[in-house]
């Protein structure tokens, strides 16, 4: 298994749609990652030792059959997966001493509970044709692949939700009522049929990463501009024909821009001038004008 960097001193790995089976504990020493892509391979779990991977800021793993990661902690993104793996890590024990020796001996490796973090993640359940959500309180809701056409309107009334998934529907517009989400941090949208994103979503002022790949979008939705404390945008597999270098240098922060496998010919080279860019993900950018 060996791993190649798109670019020379870049802090972005590709490997992907290459049929791997697992990834090497290796990959861990790569402290300086920041973007890591293994989608469309045949991995069946990650090594634990990728959790203390602490600059790492966008893993993407579509396209795999991961066995070892719940579906719910995929889905929640890199933070999550993170946080996950060092939950499964088991850490050293002090030395134990007896009289006559000193010795080191393990505990036996506990499972991990059920919820790996303190943000439990709530899904909604049918009940007489239609979606009925578990918990008004959630800071994590999943509504992934349930065929909706427009978000339950009880999800509006969740003030503190943190992190909400609604890939894989057949979503064509976000209502403004998205605005009064504001604690969200993370929101996933991916394999809908969005155009856009409302003017409302401004009001999010938390968001951190917002996922909108596979969606019919032609730009970059001008709204993100107005939310400075994104630190990723995900909008790859979509129509998008231009960058707006003026609106991603308002990102002070934004540090993972993806926009592979889009409609442009061309990146303005004005875009190295985004410092926050520049040491991550400007590069890779760039290589996407030849898709």
């Known amino acids: ?10 802090n972005f790995w590709r490997h992907n749609s290459n049929k791997q089976h697992s990834v090497p504990e290796a990959i861990a020493e790569l402290t300086d990652l920041e973007r890591l892509d293994l989608t469309n391979n045949d991995l069946m779990g990650l090594p634990v030792a990728m959790g203390g991977m602490t600059q790492l800021k966008a893993l993407s793993l579509d396209g795999n059959a991961l066995r070892s990661i719940r579906r719910s902690i995929v889905q929640q993104g890199t933070v999550a997966v993170l946080k996950y793996l060092r939950s499964r890590a088991i850490p050293a024990e002090p030395e134990e001493h007896t009289h006559h020796t000193t010795k080191h001996t393990p505990k036996k490796h506990q499972p991990p509970p059920t919820h790996t973090h303190s943000r439990e993640t709530h899904v909604c359940s049918e009940g007489e044709g239609e979606l009925v959500l578990n918990s008004a309180s959630a800071q994590v809701l999943d509504l992934a692949k349930r065929n909706l056409s427009t978000l339950p309107p009880q999800v509006f009334d969740m003030s503190g939700l943190a992190e909400l998934m609604v890939g894989h529907n057949r979503l064509t517009s976000l209502p403004p009522a998205i605005g009064q989400l504001c604690s969200l941090t993370v929101l996933d949208v991916r394999n809908n049929q969005l155009q856009g994103l409302p003017l409302e979503l401004e009001c999010c002022s938390k968001l951190r990463e917002v996922v909108l790949s596979f969606n019919r979008l032609t730009a970059v939705p001008p709204v993100l501009y107005s939310i400075p404390s994104l630190e990723a945008i995900i909008a790859n597999d979509n129509q998008i024909g231009s960058i707006d270098v003026k609106g991603l240098a308002g990102l002070s922060v934004l540090a993972t ?6 409609s442009i010919t061309q990146v303005p080279p004005e875009l190295g001038t985004v410092s926050s860019l520049r040491h991550a993900t400007s590069k890779y950018i760039a290589s996407t004008a030849d898709h």
Do not use: A, F, G, M
């Open 257 to 262: 821009l993806d926009l592979q496998n889009n």
């Open 1 to 10: 298994y060996k791993l190649i960097r798109t670019e020379q001193h870049s």
